[in-house]
Every structure is written in structure tokens, then in C-alpha cells.
């Protein structure tokens, strides 16, 4: 039976980078041992954009856990004297918090520890040596951890091993060596100094982890432990170092093969979508190999959502901004078409939001307005290649903003109650959960961390902070005043534009993780119920006025009580005024063909 989880912890401190020793180490801990997850543990902002940390998400994905942890100050009453015996305390309250395995970030693992979840606690223990705290496997309760913890009652902090070692050996263990199973070699906690830096040390197979004594440079025999130098020393390390680069190649290359063959099929089958429309073998042949230079964003990554969604109506995402440059052979086509496009379009217009006065009111059939806005932010990625410190990053600039410009009150999806979320879904305020194609896009990561909705204090202004994009900016009442709703939105934007850089480009205007929704990326849509005509009537009329019909929520919703979504179809080649003008214009041309039933 497996007493232990398979968690890996490692503990970092007044740090926030993750460098060359520790990337090889965690890594290995994942290929090599298989772990279901890997939890960092820090009193800082680990640098989750970092190149290594990249690398890493992209091996482990979800079970890459950033955890914020408060690194000890005290211990029974007593000031720790240095970040070491910090570091020896909060490894013994991670475990006995979690269980798991905790390794130092200079541990390289080998093979898998799973032997050792068999056990209460094993540690390694050499012959004639205090143990070594670097690897310890234990459950939560084991004994012998709660028996170390107390032990600092006794603390020494003058002493750098004293509390770490030579108590838990001298004064637990020699009484009571059964409260841990014990490792003599195989955890490689002794100076393996010589072995790992001065030659190729062909035994290192033979232990199932090894400390690599990071920090002690006058040990490593003038080897430098870099990314550009390790291979250089032609020793252990650099064999260690090898071994789990070898894998991740291989591990790239069948992950790559296997994206292929979901293309490949793809494009054996029948959709509608216009990512069927127009991605050819040859245009997959040409695009396979590029890539995003900030994200290391694919090809697959852009149509994955059409892929396992083939009755998506367009099929591909943007998963960074570079994306719409590096594969515009097959995006740009998509967005022309679903734009519509003139031949000969050079770029989307200036930012207009026109004059207001201009916009009036709807007749009372209108149920309720809406406006809404798409941003996002210069410095982060779309969506699916937001990590969660991205996302909880993002969440607290622009909460920040919010609180201190507008009244109301920020609410966070992740601490709200279900009650109150559902209240607000009820009312149309807030999003539901995460749909299958934004889903499919990779859309939905750490849901629901960092995601969250701003309602202002009378409920007619609201923002969706990480739903699909970074936000969705919305001004709404009931009724059909679209004037107001809309003076609303353009005084709101002003203020947003001073405090937060969106991201925009000449050609396409706004970023947004979904090509649909570029340009102005505004969308302004009337809830009606009509008297006469009949849904495909009402779609048959919005299609000729660029309006679009969707169901009672919005899009990927169905109709529930005859209550129908009309909107603006466009957002791309024309302005904010121009796109607003539309629907106001298109609105009531419709509403005035229900009153008479002419069609």
C-alpha cells in the first residue's frame, strides 16, 4: 500500500527565478519519477514567464503548482537566524501539511521514489552520519516529522546543522530507529562531490536521487553549472543534464507527432467551419514548424478548438498576439471572410466613438441593452497561454483600477459563494462556466483562478476580468435606452484607456483570443421578444442589416422564451460609431417590420 502522495515539494525563498541547476533537477523529478504533481512553494513571485519556467509548464501543464508560502520567521518563540534554518522548518510544515516527497532544488532524481511511498517516512542516512534533510519522503502524520518539529524548541541558531541533523539523528532516531525507514545511499545526500564534477561516474544509475551541491562552487572542480557551460566539465552533472534533455526531445517530438495526426485526420473530415474552409495540406505543411517567439505558441494551438470541436462555426483561437503574424497565412483568410472584408482593405480604422447624441432610444419592446467591450492587456498572452501567476497578476491590476476610478466592488469567481455566482448568472451578469470551444482552445486553465467580475454599486457596469479575454468591458440597463448605456461605455473606456495599455494593432485593431471578435471588438446587442415574427424570419432580416441572432445569453446559447440576442455582426473594418449607428439603425428597421408584419 502507498502511504505517501505523489507530490513533490520544493521550497524556494527570496528568489524568483527559477535557474539552469533547478530546471535539470525538476525536471527530472517529473521524467523520471512521474509525480501527479510538483508544488513550488514561495514567499516571492516566481517569474512563471521566465524561459525555464516555460519549459516547465509546458512538460507538467496544471500539475505545476505556484504556491505562496510565508517564510518562517520565528520558531517556538525564537528569531531564525538565516534563510537556511527558514528553509528547515517550513520543508517539515509543508510535509506535514501535505505528505509528499520534499526535495532540495539542487536534487536530481534518477528513477522513481515510488519504493519509498511504501514507508511512514524514509530519509537517507548514511553510515556514521547525521541524515541528510535534502530528500524526505513522508506522510503527513509520520511521526517521526512531528517529533523533528518539536525538537526546535531546542534551537541552536548558531548552529547551521544542529536542528537540521545532528538533533533529529543524536536525540530521535538512535533511540527510535524504527520511526523511519532508512536510506543509507540511495538518496545521494552525501558529499558526492568528486563523483558528480571530476569524471563520468558510471554507479550514479544505482541511486534513486542525488544531491547536487548547487551552492558550493569551490566543489565543482571549476565546472559551471550555466545552460551555455555545463557540457564543457564532461562529467556527471553534464550526463545528468543530458539525459532529461534527451527525453523531453523525445517527449517533444512524439507530442508534435501526435498534434500532426489530429491535423492530418481533421482534414479527412466533414465541417462547416471556416477553418475547414481553409486549411490545406499544403498550408499545414508550410505552418508545421512555426512557432511564436514570446510563447512558443504551434499551429496545433490555434486550431486544436476546431479540431475537437468540428461544428465550430470559424474553429481557431489566438493564443498570443504574435500568433496573428506568425500564421496569418491561415487567419487572415478566416478573418477577411467572417468580416467580410472589401478586397483591397487596408486596416481598421482609427479609434471613433462618434458623436452620442446621435444615438437615441429603442421602442418598448426591447427587453434590455447591452454594450460590451473586448480588451487586452500589452504584456501578457491570450488566454490559452496564461499561466496562473499571469492570471492572478492581471486580476489585481485591473481590480486595482477599477476600485480606485469607478463605485463598486470587485468579486472574485474563486471566493465568491455558489449562491451569489448563480444569483448573478440568473441576472444575466455573470458568465457561466467555461464553454467546450473555448475549452478546446485551451481556454479554461486554473479555472476558476484569477477570474472575477467588477459590478459597479447601481449594476448598469460591469467587467469580466479573465473569461475569455483579459476583459470584457460591459455597459447594460434594462429597457432599450441605447444612448445612455452607450455614453456610459465611452466615458468608462476614457478612463480605462488612462489607467491600463490594451494591446492593439494598425491592421487588425484590438487583440482578442478569438479572431471574431478584432477591430472595435464591440458588440452591442438588444434582448427582444418579438410579437409576429418568428426566429427564422428574424434571422433571415438581421442577415441583410450585418445584424446577428443568438440565443437568450449570447453566443453558444440557446433561445428560452422566445427571447432573442440581436447584435451587431461586424466588429473589424468599420468604427465604434459606425458599429453602434448599425445596430441602432438595423434594430429598428426590424422592430418596425414586427409591428407591421410586412415580411
Known amino acids: 500500500k502507498l502511504l505517501v502522495p505523489n507530490i513533490v515539494h520544493y521550497i524556494v525563498f527570496d528568489r524568483t527565478d527559477i535557474d539552469f541547476v533547478m530546471f535539470v533537477c525538476m525536471l527530472s523529478a517529473w521524467l523520471n519519477h512521474r509525480p501527479n504533481k510538483i508544488m513550488v512553494h514561495s514567499n516571492t513571485q516566481i517569474d512563471e514567464n521566465s524561459k525555464y519556467a516555460t519549459v516547465l509548464r509546458a512538460q507538467m501543464g496544471s500539475s505545476l503548482v505556484f504556491k505562496d508560502l510565508m517564510k518562517p520567521s520565528h520558531v ?19 510535509l506535514t501539511k501535505y505528505g509528499g516527497i520534499y526535495l532540495d532544488w539542487d536534487v536530481f532524481v534518477v528513477k522513481s521514489l515510488n519504493p519509498f511511498r511504501h514507508y511512514e517516512c524514509s530519509i537517507g542516512w548514511p553510515e ?30 548558531s548552529e547551521w546543522y544542529y536542528n537540521g541533523g545532528e538533533v533529529p539523528t543524536k536525540k530521535i532516531l538512535l533511540p527510535n530507529p524504527n520511526l523511519v525507514h532508512r536510506v543509507k545511499t540511495g538518496f545521494g545526500v552525501e558529499s558526492l562531490a568528486e563523483q558528480l564534477y571530476r569524471y563520468n561516474w558510471p554507479d550514479y544509475q544505482n541511486r534513486f536521487t542525488i544531491h547536487l551541491l548547487a551552492n558550493h562552487k569551490y566543489l565543482h572542480a ?8 555545463y557540457h564543457k566539465c564532461n562529467c556527471t552533472f553534464a550526463t545528468l543534464a543530458n539525459s532529461v534533455f534527451s527525453q523531453i526531445q523525445e517527449y517533444q517530438e512524439t507530442a508534435v507527432l501526435q498534434e500532426n495526426q489530429k491535423i492530418a485526420q481533421y482534414l479527412m473530415q466533414e465541417s462547416r467551419s471556416l477553418l475547414k474552409k481553409y486549411l490545406t495540406p499544403d498550408l499545414v505543411n508550410s505552418l508545421m514548424s512555426a512557432k ?21 462555426s470559424v474553429g481557431v483561437f489566438a493564443p498570443d498576439v504574435e500568433a496573428y503574424t506568425v500564421f496569418k497565412d491561415l487567419l487572415l483568410p478566416i478573418i477577411k471572410d467572417y468580416h467580410k472584408l472589401p478586397e483591397g482593405f487596408t486596416g481598421q480604422p482609427p ?43 492581471l486580476e489585481l491590476k485591473v481590480q486595482q483600477v477599477l476600485e480606485q476610478n469607478f463605485h463598486g466592488k470587485y468579486h472574485s469567481l474563486a471566493k465568491m459563494s455558489q449562491d451569489f455566482r448563480q444569483d448573478l448568472v440568473n441576472r444575466h451578469f455573470m458568465f457561466e462556466d467555461c ?30 476580468i479573465n473569461e475569455e479575454d483579459h476583459l470584457r468591458i460591459i455597459s447594460m440597463d434594462k429597457g432599450g435606452d441605447l444612448n445612455a448605456i452607450y455614453d456610459r461605455l465611452v466615458k468608462s473606456m476614457k478612463i480605462l484607456e488612462k489607467n491600463i495599455e490594451f494591446s492593439r494593432d494598425p ?28 426566429l427564422s424570419e428574424v ?5 441583410k442589416l450585418d445584424l446577428q441572432v443568438r440565443g437568450t445569453h449570447g453566443e453558444h446559447s440557446d433561445v428560452r422564451g422566445g427571447v432573442m440576442d440581436i447584435s451587431n455582426a461586424r466588429r473589424l473594418g468599420l468604427t465604434e460609431f459606425q458599429a453602434i449607428s448599425q445596430v441602432y439603425n438595423g434594430v429598428n428597421k426590424i422592430l418596425a417590420l414586427d409591428r407591421d408584419k410586412i415580411l
Open 128 to 157: 556514521g552520519a547525521y541524515i541528510g534533510n535534502q530528500v524526505i519522503v513522508a506522510h503527513k502524520n509520520a511521526r517521526f516529522l512531528q517529533l523533528w518539529l518539536q525538537s526546535y524548541r531546542d534551537y541552536h541558531p
Open 435 to 464: 464553454d467546450r470551444f473555448n475549452k478546446g482552445g485551451g481556454g479554461c486553465d486554473f479555472w476558476p483562478t484569477g477570474r472575477g467580475i467588477f459590478l459597479s454599486s447601481d449594476e448598469k457596469f460591469l467587467v469580466w
Open 539 to 543: 434571422k433571415e432580416e438581421a442577415k
Open 292 to 312: 511564436t517567439k514570446s510563447y512558443q505558441s504551434s499551429l496545433f494551438d490555434v486550431v486544436k478548438s476546431g479540431i475537437v470541436n468540428p461544428d465550430s
Open 76 to 94: 517556538f518563540g525564537v528569531k531564525l537566524s538565516i534563510v537556511h534554518h527558514s528553509s528547515d522548518v517550513a520543508r517539515l510544515q509543508v
Open 351 to 393: 479609434q471613433t466613438w462618434g458623436e452620442v447624441s446621435q444615438i437615441g432610444k429603442f421602442g418598448t419592446e426591447v427587453l434590455s441593452t447591452r454594450i460590451r467591450i473586448a480588451r487586452s492587456l500589452k504584456g501578457f498572452p491570450l488566454n490559452s497561454k496564461m499561466t496562473k501567476q499571469n492570471l492572478l497578476d
Open 222 to 229: 571549476g565546472a559551471l553549472l550555466t545552460e551555455l557551460e
Open 507 to 534: 491592421y487588425l485593431g484590438f487583440h482578442t483570443f478569438c479572431p471574431t471578435n478584432l477591430g472595435t471588438t464591440l458588440r452591442a446587442s438588444v434582448h427582444i421578444k418579438f410579437n409576429n415574427l418568428k
